[in-house]
């Protein structure tokens, strides 16, 4: 069935007033559950972050993302979680290292193949009412050079339509003063399509087909937006 319902069927069955996301690759600290736990009823608030390092080649690297997460709780914005030309570093958007109340009406989509837990978790927060954070690093996520981010994504300009879409949606409903978010979801995702076929489909027999394709999409639009020296550059490469 997939990730998303997976994570869905585990909401659902949850007994408890609270529910995490482990996922198997990572781990966390002895302290997790318990620290987080305290820190959401505590303050009584609708969900709860603590920091996360990335786990390399059996070094961390934490993040201290939370500090940008403060912010949140007193303007929702999508802004921190999407890179812009300045390359700001973002909130990670995993739906891990975080405790949700189950109170809060909030499922996976299953027609969303990539983002899955970013759009899961912009939703959510666009219904909460508060946000707790622990600036600790309690969660470990363990980078994979053998995952799925690692090879060809079969399908990508139609995952990332959809998820553009999500995006658009979310914008509607929670966070009407992001339009111009759309512009960076929209160039990031017509540039991982490129990428994706440059990497790893370069020389095949479909490769001037799929990159046709993603020409005459909808995302191609955000591409255009590019300076003429940077459209002619990036030309060089396919």
Known sequence: ?????????GIDHANGEYYVFIDSDDFVDKDYLKLLYEKIA?????????????FIDGQVYPSLDTLLLQKLRTQKTLSLFFSDEKHFRPIMG?????????????????KIKIAEDLIFLLEYLGKANSISVIHDCLYYYRVNPNSATHKYAKNLL????????AIENLISHYYQDDSSVLKYVGWGAVLACFYNEIKFRKGNKQY????QKIKESKLYAFFKLKNVKYRKTFWKKI
């Open 158 to 165: 139609e995952s990332n339509e959809v998820y553009y879409e």
């Open 1 to 9: 069935h997939g990730v998303s319902y997976s994570r869905n069927f």
């Open 208 to 211: 001037l087909e799929n990159i």
């Open 42 to 54: 505590q303050d009584d608030s609708d969900i709860c972050f603590c920091d996360y390092g990335k």
């Open 94 to 110: 995993s739906s891990c290292r975080t405790i949700y109340k189950k109170k809060i009406d909030c499922k996976f989509s299953e």
